[in-house]
Structures are given as structure tokens and as C-alpha cells.
């Protein structure tokens, strides 16, 4: 047991340093670097960089340098926790994310809660209930739910917040509290702000959950000992939560790996039509400007967030499901 | 896919919107004037008279409060005893009130650089066709041209009431311009004929650039957009160090000349900077220190890069109003950020902006529209001075397909390929009818226009005679299809058109002008490139034909690049070309078109040239021989695309009808901001 976990963390490491590095090559691929796309951006907007400015805003960002040593550079600074300097944002990387981090957590979890919250219990009854009313009602709430791309619901949910309402729409904070250091009133309008991101954000999931939910369940509940136990006058509560379900809660268990990244990135389309101020828009922007540091802390961060996710996984597959426990020893 | 969602939501409302953007778009103009959107180009007036000036300031409330608790001096001690003093366009206004705004993050600085332009030593008047002080006081140009004297004002002081005088001037071009490890070279403004010029202290008010040739540009220059002229707030941000002066008292701490270079380095990595240059670049970069000294209206006091960059009055605002009122009257500017140029067109309409025209898209004009009542916001269209907002570069220097490169340097070809284009058609699909159609050639209103019949000029749909062209030139094979085909090898003559998304969906426009080329045989290859990739293969001569706005080139001299392959950073016309103009012939290739080689000669002479008229008269032979040419295509232009969709809270006052949109302008610069109140 403890030589398969530390068999997996020597792996994880590896995998990490190797992420790293596709990390970087990624970034790189693109043509152009941050100063060609920080040219672009201004010509199209009617402002203009010369040739000497360029030149020495490559000298100044060292992108006049090869890749490796560009690598290296980055590496070298990596390895004792700092990620340098994003060349669009002027601040150390680890700030820039940090000040979107924790937000994006918050809001990344409510909307998980939510997902569970409305998912589990909804996708038991209707795999019980199967073919009642209910079910039909939730299934074909569950399949729009599905087939509605959630950028839409989005926008749709934003247009008539506008016309009927007159609502600010996006953001996470009233423009007055934007600039307010921290305060019980500031936290009540984030809680004020938060539901109608966490609602679309976690709408699409929920509906993919029911059904998987109810799949996985109505497999467990046709299997004999379930039969079994219920010839024998278990109650029915008991026949259904104490057995069927928790074996049908297995996949869940291994969707943490790439629950993991998503609770520090967030949905980057969700995100950029509300306006939400998370790591998703940040990694994109990072990737159009050509951000190098940026935009590989923030990939690296979503690589190790996936290893340590599915590392997480397996312990938890371990500890919730005894049959992977006992083949292993 | 978001964007295409809102733009459907804007077609389905355009319906309503015939009363200015009639069906038929020959003269859009009349209608569009007639729709009150429009107005004429106006601003607050300078007193120049010194008879006129007042004799007794006023200030703002919150400063006042300051004097009296003896934090401040008084506002006659603060404001120069030669201040900038400005007629308001219409009423004396009232202290206070908080500018909201939106913006895009750090990359996006140029939103609150250009509210800080005045900050120039020369600009341009609301017209956008005369140079005025602004900074400088007035200037001189000596008879031969080499000798340029800048006069500041007396008693004109920092932002943090340190005097600012000709010394700042000096250590700008001594300690900074010309340290290597600052500057890497000297740059082509301050260096007429290649020979670098010199910036010479007369007294303490009183400052000379001196050249060895003549330089009559220099004050065109020092009034533009331009590295020299552009003025502190955005020439000495993001690691660059032009514009003419810098805060001497605060940054020479930062130099290892006043110290050494041990202390100073000591210094940058105790404040997290890798070495000394690099934490000079953050001090003198006004959107990010809230130290550092400045000359705008208002200055930095919650950087860039946190969601809300905030501005503040500067107590030290060395202009006035005609009553003797400091300047600016609005105390605050809050930019807050939007992760999407969505958001801020959604925001505005919401009417959450006091003034955004930065990012509003022409496209949601209709939805603007109708929610002016209820966002509280007046709509003001301000059309563009240049020609074309969308202009097919033609690359004359590609030679990777010899047939192809044939054709586009043949002239004949490229004037039936301007004739092919209905611009109609674009302008009533993609301007809303409210673009005027027309060849690169810039507005007749500015003096540098060849005139009225250049903006016509091979620009008018005519598929007989672009036809009769072609087959003219030995293009008259065609395909089953109907295509011309390649005369080397007898298949189909492909062109391919290069288009980004960018300020205007060009990819979209190039599809509709490939559309229109049919009907001469001309099959376009539209490919929908991402920015820096069309930006990389331009620069490597790969492409055909690049889609772009001719923005900047309303005033050639100060900005040629979107007009002249003279550039290499930006040079669509002809790459190899623009490297061997900017390397004097060392790198690059030479072109061997008689025509293109009188453009490069003319635009050299002008510099040499003393009278502002020869020199637009200069420019008006470039443009004819462009427009004759057909180098660039244009096809739209003097519209409201790029900056031009204006929404202004009702409460604002002293607003123009119409604001000057061009670089030169530093929109909405030259309206000059600091002139706008809460009523």
C-alpha cells in the first residue's frame, strides 16, 4: 500500500517536470512572440509601436534569447517558487493568479455544491422511479440542459437580466464595491453576485450527472444482490443507500482528477461572457498576448492540478471501493 | 460565437434604423448629418493673449480644503505664471465627479495614456489640422531648419510641485536617451539624414534641438503620435524612454550615474527587480507608479495592473480655464476592468459609462441606440479622417509564386481589382450605411487630401472596364467555372486575401469582396489568420494580399507605415522593400518600380522642405501617385469604426458634437478632457 503511493508520487513528479516542459513548447509554438502580439493589439487600435521600441522591448523581456535559455531561465526560477514576471501585467505571475485564484475556487466549489447538490438525489430518484412521471419530467430537462451549450444560456440569461431588470450584468462585484477593501458588505455582494455564475456554471454539469447518476444506479439495482437483500426484508431505503448507490457513486470519485483543475481555472467561456474575474480569461488573454511566463504557470498549475487530482482519485477509488483495496494487497 | 449571437441581435434591430442609414449609401453623408449624430468638430478654445488670461485662479474643493490645512500651497503658487488657458466650449463648469470607464487590462494602457496626451509638448487644435502649445508654451524654427527652440512656462511645475524646467530635458536626453543600456539607439526623430541631433539647455525655460541637417518635420513630430512628440505618459511606459523630457528630482535615484551601479542594483533587488534598468523601466512608467512625477491632468493612484486603475486630479495642472479655474474639473477617473470588449459594450448601454468610446463597436450601433433614454447616455458618431478602414495591401516585394507576383505588381491588375469591389455593398452590410466608400486617399478636409476626384480614383464599381483590363493584360483564358486562369501552367488564378479579426470582421469582408471579384474572373482565396500569425508571415514576405485599416495615414509624414512600405514592423505593402528603406539600402532589396521608387523619393525630400504647404504639397503627389498605383486597395473609409461610436452620460457638459478621431488626436485627447464637467 505504501510502496504503490510512493511509487505514485516519484510518477507524479516526473509527470510534472515533463508538463513543464510541454508547457513551455506549447507557449512557444505560435508564431511571433509577446512583443509581435503587443504590436498587433496596438496597430489595431490606432496607436503604434516602432521599430526601436521593439527592439528594446525584446532586449528588456529577454525574447531576443533561444528557447532553451529562455527555458532555463524560467526553470531555474520555478524551482524556488518563483514563477517570473508576466511580461503584460508587470507584477511577479504568482500575484496575478493569486488575486484570481481564490475567486475562482469559491466560485469554481459553489457551483460544484450546486452540480451535486441538485445532480445526486435527482439522478437516485429517477433511476428508483424509473419511467415514472418525474423521471420522464427530469429526463428531458436533463437532455435540454445537455444539449444547451451553457455560453449561450449565459447570454441568454444576460440579455433579459438587461432588458428586464436593467441589471449591471458580469462581474462578480457592484462597481462600488469593486475598489472597497474587504468587508462584511463586500462579501454579501459577492454573495449577492455569485448565484447567477454558479447556476450557469453548474447547469450543463448537472444535467450530465443525472444521467450518469441514473445509468450507473439502475445497473447496480438489477443486479442479484440487491434481489437478494430485498427477498430477505431489507427495508427499501436501506437496500437502495446502503449498497446500489454508494457502488454507483464510483465514477464520481474518479472525476476528481479533472475536477481539480477545473476549480482553478474555472469554465474560460462562462467566465469571459460574464466577465467573471477568474483564472480562465487570464489564461486566455495570457495565451493571445503571448505571455510566456503567464500563460506557462498557469498551464503548469492546471498539469499539476491533474496530476494531483488523479493521484487524489485513486486514493479515494481505493478507500470508497474495498474491491480495489483487497486486489491490491 | 458570442459575437456573432449580438450581431444578430443588432440585425434583427436595423430595421429601425433607416432614418440615418439610407438603403441607397451614394451620399450618406446628407443623411447622416440630418440624423444629429454627427455634429461639426469643436472643442474648448486656447487664449493665447496673455492680456486676456485671468489674473486670479480658483480650484477645486478638496484641494482647497488641502491649502487650508497647509498641505498644499496655494493655487497662484501652483499653477505657472504662464498657464495653458482654455475658453471651455461652453460654460465655465463645476468641480467634482467621478469619470467611469472601461478598459481591457494592462494591454489596453492606451486608454488612460490618451487621457493623459496633453502631457505633449505641442498638439493638435479640435480640427485636428493646426499645431498648438500644450506643454511648451510656443516654439521657434531657425531659417535653415537645424535649430528648433522650445519655450516652457515659467513657474510650470511637476505633479508633485517640483519645478519643471529645461534640466528635465537635458537628463531626459543625457542620462536616459543616450545611456545604451536604456535606449539601445538613437532613434530616426531625432536624427534627420542619420546624424544624430542634440538637446541643448538655453536657460531655464528655454530648450533647443539642435541637428546637423534640416529637420522642418521636427515640429510636426514633436505634435504627434510620434516617439519624440508622444509625450511622457505613453512614450515613457512598457520599457520604452522617448518623449522629450523626464522627472530629473525623481528618477536620477534610480541611475547608477548619481550613485553607482553596485548601489542602485543593490537597490532593484531589494525591491523584487532583476537589475537596475529593469526597475527604472517600472519607475518611470506612469501606469504603474504612483510616484512617479507627471504633467497630465491626472495621475496614476491605483495602477494598471490591479481590476480598477484610478486616476486622480493633479493639483499641479498647469492649465486653467477663461475664469481662472485650475483645470480639470473632474476629480476622479475609475477604469475598471472588463475581461471582453463585449462586456464594455453591454456596460455602456447598461449606461455604467460617464464616457466610453474605446472598444464601443460599430456593429451595436442600433442597440445603442435605442437604449439611450434608459442608460442616460447621448450617442455622438465621429467619423475618421483617413481613407480605409479597410485596405487590401498588396504586397509588391512577394516573389514566392513568380505568375502570382507578376499580377500583383502589374498596375492594371490592381486597378481592376479596385473596380471589382462594391463598396456600397460593404459599407451597407458592414458600416450600416454610415462609412463613405472610396480609394486609401485621407478626408479632403485635411490638407495633405490630393483632392475630391483621388478618393474616386479607379474606387468605383465598374466590372466592364476592370474586365476589359484583364483581358487587356493577357488574362483572358478562362476555366469552365469562369475564372481566369494562370498563364504559366492553365490552372485557376488563385489570390489569396490575408484578414484577421480585428477592428472590423475583415475575414467576413474579405469573403464578400472575393464574392464580388467573381464577376471579373478573379478567384480570391480568403484565409482567416490569427493576428500574429498574419503579422509573422507578413513580415516574412509570405503573403499575397493583407487586410488591414490604413488608420494614422491622414497625416503622412507622422505616421507613413499604413501608406509607405517604409516601416518593417508593420509593412504590408511590401516587406522586403520597407527593410530596405529603414537599413539605407544595407539589407532588403531595392524595388525596381519607377513609380514606387518616386514615392520613396518624394517622402525623403519632405524634411528638407521649409513651408508647411510644399510639404503637403509633397504629400498630395505621394497620395496621387498611391491612389493612381493602386498599391493598397481602399475600400471604406472616414467612418466611425475605430473609436468614432461616442457614448456621453447627459449629465456631462462642455461635450463636443463632434470629436477629432485620428492618432494625431489622441482621441479623445484633443477635445481635451480635463474641459468636461458634471452638470
Given at each position: 500500500?505504501?510502496?504503490?503511493?510512493?511509487?505514485?508520487?516519484?510518477?507524479?513528479?516526473?509527470?510534472?517536470?515533463?508538463?513543464?516542459?510541454?508547457?513551455?513548447?506549447?507557449?512557444?509554438?505560435?508564431?511571433?512572440?509577446?512583443?509581435?502580439?503587443?504590436?498587433?493589439?496596438?496597430?489595431?487600435?490606432?496607436?503604434?509601436?516602432?521599430?526601436?521600441?521593439?527592439?528594446?522591448?525584446?532586449?528588456?523581456?529577454?525574447?531576443?534569447?533561444?528557447?532553451?535559455?529562455?527555458?532555463?531561465?524560467?526553470?531555474?526560477?520555478?524551482?524556488?517558487?518563483?514563477?517570473?514576471?508576466?511580461?503584460?501585467?508587470?507584477?511577479?505571475?504568482?500575484?496575478?493568479?493569486?488575486?484570481?485564484?481564490?475567486?475562482?475556487?469559491?466560485?469554481?466549489?459553489?457551483?460544484?455544491?450546486?452540480?451535486?447538490?441538485?445532480?445526486?438525489?435527482?439522478?437516485?430518484?429517477?433511476?428508483?422511479?424509473?419511467?415514472?412521471?418525474?423521471?420522464?419530467?427530469?429526463?428531458?430537462?436533463?437532455?435540454?440542459?445537455?444539449?444547451?451549450?451553457?455560453?449561450?444560456?449565459?447570454?441568454?440569461?444576460?440579455?433579459?437580466?438587461?432588458?428586464?431588470?436593467?441589471?449591471?450584468?458580469?462581474?462578480?462585484?457592484?462597481?462600488?464595491?469593486?475598489?472597497?477593501?474587504?468587508?462584511?458588505?463586500?462579501?454579501?455582494?459577492?454573495?449577492?453576485?455569485?448565484?447567477?455564475?454558479?447556476?450557469?456554471?453548474?447547469?450543463?454539469?448537472?444535467?450530465?450527472?443525472?444521467?450518469?447518476?441514473?445509468?450507473?444506479?439502475?445497473?447496480?439495482?438489477?443486479?442479484?444482490?440487491?434481489?437478494?437483500?430485498?427477498?430477505?426484508?431489507?427495508?427499501?431505503?436501506?437496500?437502495?443507500?446502503?449498497?446500489?448507490?454508494?457502488?454507483?457513486?464510483?465514477?464520481?470519485?474518479?472525476?476528481?482528477?479533472?475536477?481539480?483543475?477545473?476549480?482553478v481555472s474555472g469554465s474560460i467561456i462562462i467566465s469571459l461572457v460574464l466577465s467573471l474575474p477568474t483564472v480562465g480569461?487570464?489564461?486566455?488573454?495570457?495565451?493571445?498576448?503571448?505571455?510566456?511566463?503567464?500563460?506557462?504557470?498557469?498551464?503548469?498549475?492546471?498539469?499539476?492540478?491533474?496530476?494531483?487530482?488523479?493521484?487524489?482519485?485513486?486514493?479515494?477509488?481505493?478507500?470508497?471501493?474495498?474491491?480495489?483495496?483487497?486486489?491490491?494487497? | 460565437?458570442?459575437?456573432?449571437?449580438?450581431?444578430?441581435?443588432?440585425?434583427?434591430?436595423?430595421?429601425?434604423?433607416?432614418?440615418?442609414?439610407?438603403?441607397?449609401?451614394?451620399?450618406?453623408?446628407?443623411?447622416?448629418?440630418?440624423?444629429?449624430?454627427?455634429?461639426?468638430?469643436?472643442?474648448?478654445?486656447?487664449?493665447?493673449?496673455?492680456?486676456?488670461?485671468?489674473?486670479?485662479?480658483?480650484?477645486?474643493?478638496?484641494?482647497?480644503?488641502?491649502?487650508?490645512?497647509?498641505?498644499?500651497?496655494?493655487?497662484?503658487?501652483?499653477?505657472?505664471?504662464?498657464?495653458?488657458?482654455?475658453?471651455?466650449?461652453?460654460?465655465?463648469?463645476?468641480?467634482?465627479?467621478?469619470?467611469?470607464?472601461?478598459?481591457?487590462?494592462?494591454?489596453?494602457?492606451?486608454?488612460?495614456?490618451?487621457?493623459?496626451?496633453?502631457?505633449?509638448?505641442?498638439?493638435?487644435?479640435?480640427?485636428?489640422?493646426?499645431?498648438?502649445?500644450?506643454?511648451?508654451?510656443?516654439?521657434?524654427?531657425?531659417?535653415?531648419?537645424?535649430?528648433?527652440?522650445?519655450?516652457?512656462?515659467?513657474?510650470?511645475?511637476?505633479?508633485?510641485?517640483?519645478?519643471?524646467?529645461?534640466?528635465?530635458?537635458?537628463?531626459?536626453?543625457?542620462?536616459?536617451?543616450?545611456?545604451?543600456?536604456?535606449?539601445?539607439?538613437?532613434?530616426p526623430d531625432m536624427s534627420p539624414g542619420g546624424k544624430p541631433g542634440k538637446v541643448v539647455k538655453v536657460d531655464e525655460?528655454?530648450?533647443?534641438?539642435?541637428?546637423?541637417?534640416?529637420?522642418?518635420?521636427?515640429?510636426?513630430?514633436?505634435?504627434?503620435?510620434?516617439?519624440?512628440?508622444?509625450?511622457?505618459?505613453?512614450?515613457?511606459?512598457?520599457?520604452?524612454?522617448?518623449?522629450?523630457?523626464?522627472?530629473?528630482?525623481?528618477?536620477?535615484?534610480?541611475?547608477?550615474?548619481?550613485?553607482?551601479?553596485?548601489?542602485?542594483?543593490?537597490?532593484?533587488?531589494?525591491?523584487?527587480?532583476?537589475?537596475?534598468?529593469?526597475?527604472?523601466?517600472?519607475?518611470?512608467?506612469?501606469?504603474?507608479?504612483?510616484?512617479?512625477?507627471?504633467?497630465?491632468?491626472?495621475?496614476?493612484?491605483?495602477?494598471?495592473?490591479?481590476?480598477?486603475?484610478?486616476?486622480?486630479?493633479?493639483?499641479?495642472?498647469?492649465?486653467?480655464?477663461?475664469?481662472?479655474?485650475?483645470?480639470?474639473?473632474?476629480?476622479?477617473?475609475?477604469?475598471?476592468?472588463?475581461?471582453?470588449?463585449?462586456?464594455?459594450?453591454?456596460?455602456?448601454?447598461?449606461?455604467?459609462?460617464?464616457?466610453?468610446?474605446?472598444?464601443?463597436?460599430?456593429?451595436?450601433?442600433?442597440?445603442?441606440?435605442?437604449?439611450?433614454?434608459?442608460?442616460?447616455?447621448?450617442?455622438?458618431?465621429?467619423?475618421?479622417?483617413?481613407?480605409?478602414?479597410?485596405?487590401?495591401?498588396?504586397?509588391?516585394?512577394?516573389?514566392?509564386?513568380?505568375?502570382?507576383?507578376?499580377?500583383?505588381?502589374?498596375?492594371?491588375?490592381?486597378?481592376?481589382?479596385?473596380?471589382?469591389?462594391?463598396?456600397?455593398?460593404?459599407?451597407?452590410?458592414?458600416?450600416?450605411?454610415?462609412?463613405?466608400?472610396?480609394?486609401?486617399?485621407?478626408?479632403?478636409?485635411?490638407?495633405?487630401?490630393?483632392?475630391?476626384?483621388?478618393?474616386?480614383?479607379?474606387?468605383?464599381?465598374?466590372?466592364?472596364?476592370?474586365?476589359?483590363?484583364?483581358?487587356?493584360?493577357?488574362?483572358?483564358?478562362?476555366?469552365?467555372?469562369?475564372?481566369?486562369?494562370?498563364?504559366?501552367?492553365?490552372?485557376?488564378?488563385?489570390?489569396?486575401?490575408?484578414?484577421?479579426?480585428?477592428?472590423?470582421?475583415?475575414?467576413?469582408?474579405?469573403?464578400?469582396?472575393?464574392?464580388?471579384?467573381?464577376?471579373?474572373?478573379?478567384?480570391?482565396?480568403?484565409?482567416?489568420?490569427?493576428?500574429?500569425?498574419?503579422?509573422?508571415?507578413?513580415?516574412?514576405?509570405?503573403?499575397?494580399?493583407?487586410?488591414?485599416?490604413?488608420?494614422?495615414?491622414?497625416?503622412?509624414?507622422?505616421?507613413?507605415?499604413?501608406?509607405?512600405?517604409?516601416?518593417?514592423?508593420?509593412?504590408?505593402?511590401?516587406?522586403?522593400?520597407?527593410?530596405?528603406?529603414?537599413?539605407?539600402?544595407?539589407?532588403?532589396?531595392?524595388?525596381?518600380?519607377?513609380?514606387?521608387?518616386?514615392?520613396?523619393?518624394?517622402?525623403?525630400?519632405?524634411?528638407?522642405?521649409?513651408?508647411?504647404?510644399?510639404?503637403?504639397?509633397?504629400?498630395?503627389?505621394?497620395?496621387?501617385?498611391?491612389?493612381?498605383?493602386?498599391?493598397?486597395?481602399?475600400?471604406?473609409?472616414?467612418?466611425?469604426?475605430?473609436?468614432?461610436?461616442?457614448?456621453?452620460?447627459?449629465?456631462?457638459?462642455?461635450?463636443?458634437?463632434?470629436?477629432?478621431?485620428?492618432?494625431?488626436?489622441?482621441?479623445?485627447?484633443?477635445?481635451?478632457?480635463?474641459?468636461?464637467?458634471?452638470?
Amino acid at each position: 500500500m505504501l510502496a504503490y503511493i510512493a511509487r505514485r508520487a516519484v510518477l507524479a513528479v516526473l509527470t510534472m517536470a515533463a508538463i513543464s516542459v510541454f508547457a513551455f513548447i506549447i507557449i512557444q509554438l505560435p508564431p511571433g512572440d509577446f512583443v509581435d502580439a503587443y504590436i498587433a493589439n496596438l496597430s489595431a487600435s490606432g496607436s503604434s509601436v516602432s521599430m526601436e521600441e521593439a527592439k528594446s522591448l525584446r532586449a528588456l523581456y529577454g525574447l531576443d534569447q533561444p528557447v532553451y535559455v529562455q527555458y532555463m531561465k524560467w526553470m531555474s526560477r520555478v524551482l524556488v517558487g518563483d514563477f517570473g514576471e508576466s511580461m503584460e501585467w508587470h507584477r511577479p505571475v504568482a500575484e496575478v493568479i493569486g488575486d484570481r485564484l481564490w475567486l475562482t475556487i469559491v466560485l469554481s466549489l459553489s457551483a460544484l455544491m450546486l452540480t451535486w447538490g441538485i445532480a445526486l438525489p435527482i439522478g437516485i430518484y429517477s433511476a428508483v422511479r424509473q419511467y415514472s412521471a418525474l423521471d420522464y419530467v427530469f429526463t428531458s430537462i436533463s437532455f435540454i440542459g445537455l444539449a444547451v451549450p451553457n455560453f449561450l444560456l449565459a447570454l441568454v440569461i444576460m440579455y433579459f437580466s438587461f432588458v428586464l431588470f436593467g441589471a449591471n450584468v458580469g462581474g462578480l462585484f457592484s462597481s462600488e464595491f469593486d475598489l472597497a477593501p474587504w468587508s462584511l458588505a463586500k462579501v454579501w455582494d459577492l454573495i449577492k453576485h455569485l448565484p447567477l455564475p454558479a447556476v450557469i456554471l453548474a447547469l450543463a454539469g448537472t444535467a450530465q450527472l443525472i444521467r450518469i447518476m441514473r445509468a450507473n444506479l439502475l445497473d447496480e439495482l438489477r443486479k442479484p444482490y440487491v434481489v437478494t437483500a430485498r427477498a430477505k426484508g431489507m427495508p427499501e431505503a436501506r437496500v437502495i443507500w446502503k449498497y446500489p448507490v454508494r457502488a454507483a457513486l464510483n465514477p464520481f470519485a474518479s472525476t476528481i482528477a479533472y475536477l481539480f483543475p477545473y476549480l482553478v481555472s474555472g469554465s474560460i467561456i462562462i467566465s469571459l461572457v460574464l466577465s467573471l474575474p477568474t483564472v480562465g480569461p487570464l489564461l486566455l488573454k495570457a495565451l493571445i498576448a503571448q505571455d510566456m511566463f503567464l500563460a506557462g504557470t498557469i498551464v503548469l498549475l492546471l498539469g499539476v492540478m491533474t496530476v494531483i487530482g488523479t493521484f487524489i482519485s485513486d486514493l479515494v477509488l481505493m478507500w470508497v471501493d474495498p474491491r480495489i483495496r483487497f486486489q491490491m494487497d | 460565437m458570442k459575437k456573432s449571437v449580438l450581431l444578430g441581435v443588432c440585425a434583427s434591430l436595423l430595421v429601425g434604423l433607416s432614418a440615418f442609414a439610407p438603403a441607397q449609401a451614394q451620399q450618406p453623408s446628407a443623411n447622416l448629418m440630418a440624423s444629429g449624430l454627427v455634429g461639426k468638430l469643436e472643442g474648448p478654445e486656447l487664449i493665447l493673449d496673455p492680456a486676456k488670461w485671468p489674473k486670479s485662479f480658483g480650484e477645486a474643493p478638496d484641494l482647497a480644503e488641502l491649502v487650508k490645512a497647509g498641505k498644499l500651497p496655494p493655487v497662484k503658487d501652483r499653477v505657472p505664471a504662464e498657464p495653458l488657458v482654455m475658453k471651455p466650449l461652453s460654460e465655465v463648469g463645476k468641480y467634482g465627479g467621478t469619470w467611469r470607464r472601461g478598459f481591457l487590462g494592462p494591454g489596453d494602457w492606451e486608454n488612460g495614456n490618451r487621457l493623459n496626451a496633453s502631457d505633449k509638448l505641442l498638439f493638435w487644435d479640435p480640427t485636428g489640422t493646426k499645431i498648438v502649445p500644450s506643454v511648451a508654451k510656443s516654439w521657434e524654427q531657425s531659417a535653415d531648419g537645424k535649430v528648433i527652440r522650445v519655450n516652457l512656462r515659467k513657474g510650470m511645475k511637476w505633479s508633485d510641485g517640483a519645478p519643471f524646467t529645461a534640466d528635465d530635458f537635458v537628463f531626459w536626453f543625457e542620462d536616459l536617451y543616450s545611456n545604451k543600456d536604456i535606449v539601445a539607439a538613437p532613434i530616426p526623430d531625432m536624427s534627420p539624414g542619420g546624424k544624430p541631433g542634440k538637446v541643448v539647455k538655453v536657460d531655464e525655460t528655454t530648450v533647443e534641438f539642435q541637428f546637423e541637417n534640416p529637420h522642418f518635420l521636427f515640429v510636426d513630430f514633436l505634435a504627434g503620435d510620434t516617439l519624440i512628440g508622444g509625450g511622457q505618459s505613453v512614450r515613457q511606459s512598457q520599457g520604452t524612454t522617448f518623449g522629450a523630457y523626464s522627472p530629473k528630482h525623481y528618477l536620477k535615484q534610480f541611475l547608477p550615474k548619481y550613485s553607482s551601479e553596485a548601489q542602485v542594483n543593490e537597490r532593484a533587488k531589494a525591491e523584487g527587480f532583476e537589475n537596475w534598468v529593469k526597475m527604472l523601466h517600472f519607475k518611470k512608467d506612469w501606469s504603474f507608479n504612483t510616484e512617479l512625477p507627471t504633467l497630465g491632468p491626472w495621475k496614476t493612484t491605483r495602477p494598471i495592473n490591479t481590476p480598477t486603475w484610478v486616476l486622480e486630479r493633479n493639483p499641479y495642472y498647469w492649465a486653467v480655464d477663461s475664469a481662472g479655474n485650475q483645470l480639470p474639473y473632474i476629480d476622479k477617473v475609475v477604469l475598471t476592468l472588463a475581461e471582453d470588449s463585449e462586456v464594455i459594450n453591454l456596460r455602456a448601454i447598461g449606461g455604467n459609462y460617464d464616457m466610453q468610446e474605446r472598444h464601443i463597436s460599430l456593429s451595436k450601433l442600433p442597440v445603442i441606440l435605442e437604449n439611450q433614454q434608459k442608460g442616460g447616455y447621448k450617442v455622438h458618431l465621429d467619423l475618421a479622417l483617413h481613407g480605409s478602414d479597410t485596405t487590401l495591401f498588396i504586397n509588391q516585394s512577394f516573389k514566392a509564386d513568380a505568375e502570382v507576383a507578376k499580377w500583383l505588381t502589374n498596375a492594371d491588375f490592381r486597378r481592376a481589382l479596385s473596380m471589382g469591389i462594391d463598396r456600397n455593398q460593404l459599407n451597407d452590410t458592414f458600416w450600416l450605411g454610415i462609412g463613405t466608400p472610396g480609394s486609401v486617399a485621407p478626408s479632403v478636409q485635411m490638407p495633405q487630401s490630393p483632392g475630391k476626384e483621388y478618393r474616386d480614383k479607379y474606387s468605383k464599381l465598374d466590372i466592364a472596364k476592370a474586365n476589359q483590363l484583364l483581358d487587356g493584360i493577357g488574362l483572358t483564358k478562362k476555366d469552365s467555372e469562369g475564372y481566369r486562369v494562370r498563364t504559366d501552367n492553365g490552372e485557376r488564378l488563385r489570390i489569396q486575401v490575408q484578414a484577421v479579426k480585428a477592428l472590423l470582421p475583415w475575414p467576413q469582408q474579405a469573403e464578400m469582396i472575393g464574392e464580388q471579384w467573381r464577376k471579373i474572373g478573379i478567384q480570391a482565396d480568403v484565409r482567416e489568420m490569427e493576428r500574429t500569425l498574419a503579422t509573422t508571415r507578413t513580415r516574412n514576405n509570405e503573403h499575397q494580399i493583407m487586410v488591414w485599416t490604413n488608420g494614422g495615414t491622414e497625416l503622412l509624414y507622422l505616421f507613413p507605415r499604413h501608406a509607405i512600405p517604409v516601416d518593417p514592423t508593420e509593412a504590408y505593402m511590401g516587406p522586403e522593400f520597407a527593410t530596405w528603406y529603414a537599413s539605407n539600402g544595407a539589407q532588403g532589396r531595392a524595388p525596381t518600380d519607377p513609380q514606387m521608387l518616386k514615392i520613396y523619393d518624394l517622402f525623403k525630400s519632405a524634411s528638407g522642405q521649409r513651408e508647411a504647404g510644399d510639404r503637403d504639397k509633397t504629400a498630395q503627389e505621394i497620395w496621387k501617385i498611391l491612389v493612381d498605383q493602386q498599391y493598397a486597395i481602399g475600400t471604406v473609409g472616414e467612418s466611425p469604426a475605430q473609436f468614432g461610436v461616442r457614448i456621453v452620460s447627459t449629465k456631462l457638459g462642455n461635450i463636443p458634437s463632434r470629436a477629432c478621431i485620428a492618432q494625431h488626436c489622441r482621441t479623445p485627447s484633443s477635445s481635451h478632457a480635463e474641459t468636461w464637467y458634471f452638470k
